[in-house]
C-alpha cells in the first residue's frame, strides 16, 4: 500500500509517500480501506516529536489518528462488522491506504454521513464530548465556559454542554465573536480583550482547549470547588488555586459518544466545518499549511 511514512521526527519535510507494507488484522482488529482520514493537531506535535515521550513513532512509521473507510477484512473474533461495512473511528497509522483498527473502537457509519467527510468527525467530537461528561461534569444549570469555541473540538463541547442543560458561555477571540453567536450560547466571551475577562462572573467549570496565558486567567473565574478541565495540561499557574479542581482529559476511543456525535452533525444541531481537502500524497504540504492555521479541519483522501 502507499502511505505517509516518517523516518524521523521534525517538520513536515519528513514525511514520504512511499511503498510500506500492508497491515493485516489481529484476532479482534478490523482492516479497513482507508476512505479518508483528516489532520489534527496531535498529529503535528507527534510528527515534530513534540508526543514522543507519551505517543512515540516506531521508525520508519506511519501515524495519523481519525479513520473513515470502507472494512475489507475482520480478524477471528471480530462480531458485528463485515466485509464492506462504512465505518469509522479512532486509530492509529491512517496516513495509508489501510489500516487496522480495534474492532471495539469502530462504528459503523450513519447512513446520512458522507463517506469521506466522516473522518472530520472522531478525535475533535470524542474530545469535546468527553472534555465536559468526564473533565468538567457539567450538570443542569451550571454555567460553564468552553474556550476555543469555534474550534472544532470546542464546538463539540459547547453543543454538548448545551444538551445537558448547562449555561454555556463561548470563549474566543474578538475577531470570532460574530461567529461565535451562532453557537446559540448564553454569552460570548472575547477572550483576548481584558475587560470582556474582567467582567466574568464566577462559574462552575471551564472546559479548555487553548490553555496559555487564556487558561491561567480563566482559573482564577473558577468557584471554589469547581472544575477546570483542559485538553491541554493545567495552567501554569494551577497551584496558586488549591479549591480548583483541575481534571486533564486524554481521549479516548467510544464509538456510543462518536455515534451520538455524529447524529448531531446529521441532525445539523453540531457543525464540524471542513477547510479543505487533499490528497493523501500531498500530507506534506497539507501540514505545512495547517502550521499557518485553517478554519476548520482539513481531510487527506488516498
Known amino acids: 500500500m502507499k502511505a505517509i511514512v516518517v523516518s524521523q521526527y521534525g517538520g513536515p519535510e519528513v514525511m514520504e509517500y512511499k511503498d510500506y507494507p500492508d497491515p493485516s488484522p489481529g484476532p479482534d482488529e478490523v482492516l479497513v480501506r482507508v476512505a479518508a482520514t483528516s489532520i489534527n493537531p496531535f498529529d503535528l506535535m507527534r510528527r515534530s516529536g513534540q508526543a514522543k515521550d507519551f505517543a512515540p513513532i516506531a521508525f520508519p512509521g506511519v501515524f495519523g489518528v481519525d479513520v473513515a473507510g470502507t472494512v475489507v477484512g475482520c480478524g477471528k473474533n471480530v462480531?458485528?462488522?463485515?466485509?464492506?461495512?462504512?465505518?469509522?473511528?479512532?486509530?492509529?497509522?491512517?496516513?495509508?491506504?489501510?489500516?487496522?483498527?480495534?474492532?471495539?473502537?469502530?462504528?459503523?457509519?450513519?447512513?446520512?454521513?458522507?463517506?469521506?467527510?466522516?473522518?472530520?468527525?472522531?478525535?475533535?467530537?470524542t474530545t469535546g464530548y468527553q472534555l465536559?461528561?468526564?473533565?468538567?461534569?457539567?450538570?443542569?444549570?451550571?454555567?460553564?465556559?468552553?474556550?476555543g469555541a469555534v474550534g472544532s473540538v470546542g464546538r463539540s463541547a459547547v453543543f454538548t454542554a448545551k444538551s445537558l442543560g448547562a449555561k454555556v458561555f463561548a470563549g474566543?477571540?474578538?475577531?470570532?465573536?460574530?461567529?461565535?453567536?451562532?453557537?446559540?450560547?448564553?454569552?460570548?466571551?472575547?477572550?483576548?480583550?481584558?475587560?470582556?475577562?474582567?467582567?466574568?462572573?464566577?462559574?462552575?467549570?471551564?472546559?479548555?482547549?487553548?490553555n496559555g496565558a487564556t487558561a491561567e486567567l480563566l482559573i482564577g473565574k473558577v468557584k471554589g470547588g469547581g472544575l477546570?478541565?483542559?485538553?491541554?495540561?493545567?495552567?501554569?499557574?494551577?497551584?496558586?488555586?488549591?479549591?480548583v479542581k483541575v481534571v486533564p482529559i486524554y481521549s479516548q476511543p467510544d464509538p456510543k459518544a462518536l455515534l451520538q456525535m455524529a447524529k448531531a452533525v446529521t441532525e445539523g444541531k453540531l457543525t464540524i466545518p471542513i477547510?479543505?481537502?487533499?490528497?493523501?500524497?500531498?500530507?506534506?504540504?497539507?501540514?505545512?499549511?495547517?502550521?499557518?492555521?485553517?478554519?476548520?479541519k482539513v481531510l487527506l483522501v488516498p
Open 228 to 243: 477546570f478541565a483542559s485538553v491541554l495540561g493545567p495552567p501554569k499557574n494551577s497551584a496558586q488555586f488549591p479549591a
Open 132 to 147: 465536559i461528561m468526564r473533565g468538567a461534569l457539567v450538570q443542569p444549570g451550571q454555567s460553564v465556559l468552553v474556550t
Open 79 to 125: 462480531r458485528g462488522f463485515s466485509v464492506g461495512d462504512r465505518v469509522f473511528g479512532m486509530a492509529d497509522r491512517t496516513y495509508a491506504e489501510l489500516c487496522v483498527v480495534k474492532a471495539e473502537s469502530l462504528a459503523k457509519i450513519p447512513a446520512p454521513l458522507d463517506l469521506i467527510e466522516a473522518a472530520a468527525i472522531p478525535l475533535v467530537t
Open 172 to 210: 474566543v477571540r474578538k475577531a470570532q465573536v460574530e461567529q461565535a453567536k451562532a453557537l446559540d450560547v448564553a454569552g460570548v466571551v472575547a477572550l483576548d480583550d481584558k475587560d470582556d475577562v474582567a467582567a466574568l462572573r464566577t462559574l462552575d467549570a471551564v472546559a479548555d482547549t487553548v
Open 275 to 296: 477547510a479543505a481537502k487533499r490528497a493523501l500524497k500531498d500530507a506534506a504540504e497539507a501540514h505545512a499549511e495547517m502550521a499557518k492555521g485553517f478554519n476548520g
